[in-house]
């Protein structure tokens, strides 16, 4: 049995500059986990990186214990790969263009402990922002109009105000996720399937392990911090 208590995979493409701020944010959820006395395991999915997110990456690639550079032009399959690789007892899903809250991990391996392996934990509050709106700013309790960023409260599944209805028009979990390992591997996420209209990965997927009788949970006071890209 592994020694390992919590594998964090980060996920990279071609985030450039951008990863720089993440990877950081991801090392400090590390660092803190590491701090309460739980073995971490840093691991690197680099997916046809282009030269600047390799350059960026390389900055902090001594603090990784796995780093796989692959050519699967696919996230789900990067992410599938990355579990596979992992020695961790949980493993939690980092994407490498977002922000955390440092107690993410530790905050999430407590409720797993308390709630069990068949379950999927997600952050409380998911902040999405983006980079332009300091020049539509307000000045009061009214929001500027023409701001783009905006708070996701997550809702578990097992909530008596939760409809299942939901996720046929809407993702309502964002792909930043804490489970066991096992878990992971038993479903593994759907490949990218663009030409049957299928984009988000995870929102298949967090339906599928609903019906399959895991419950999708929330860690309270985390935060997921998201940027709101300006195309895509």
Same mark, same amino acid.
């Given at each position: ?55 960026? *990456? ?9 780093? %796989? ?40 391996? %407590? ?80 490949? *990218? ?17 609903? %019906? ?16 709101? %890209?300006?195309?895509?």
């Amino acid at each position: 049995m592994s020694d390992v208590d919590i594998s964090a995979v980060i996920t990279l493409h071609r985030e450039g500059l951008v990863c720089i701020p993440a990877l950081r944010s991801y090392l400090q959820c590390c660092a803190h986990a590491r701090e309460n006395g739980h073995a971490t395991e840093c691991v690197a999915m680099l997916d046809r990186p282009d030269e600047a997110t390799l350059r960026c *990456f390389n900055i902090f690639a001594d603090q990784f214990h796995v780093i %796989k550079q692959g050519d699967w032009g696919d996230l789900a399959k990067s992410r599938n790969t990355g579990a596979q690789l992992a020695s961790g007892h949980y493993l939690c899903y980092f994407d490498g263009d977002d922000l955390w809250g440092d107690p993410w991990m530790t905050r999430a391996l %407590k409720a797993a402990s308390i709630y069990g392996p068949k379950c999927i934990f997600h952050p409380d509050v998911v902040y999405f922002f983006a980079k332009d709106d300091f020049r539509v700013n307000s000045q009061d309790a009214v929001p500027n109009p023409l701001a783009r960023s905006f708070f996701l409260i997550h809702e578990e599944s097992c909530g008596d105000t939760f409809d299942m209805n939901c996720l046929s028009f809407n993702n309502v979990w964002t792909s930043n996720s804490f489970a066991t390992r096992s878990l992971y591997l038993a479903n593994p996420f759907p490949a *990218f399937r663009r030409d049957q209209g299928f984009g988000i990965e995870d929102w298949s997927w967090n339906y599928r392990v609903i %019906k399959a009788g895991i419950v999708h949970r929330i860690v309270p006071d985390t935060v997921h911090i998201v940027r709101v %890209k300006d195309s895509g």
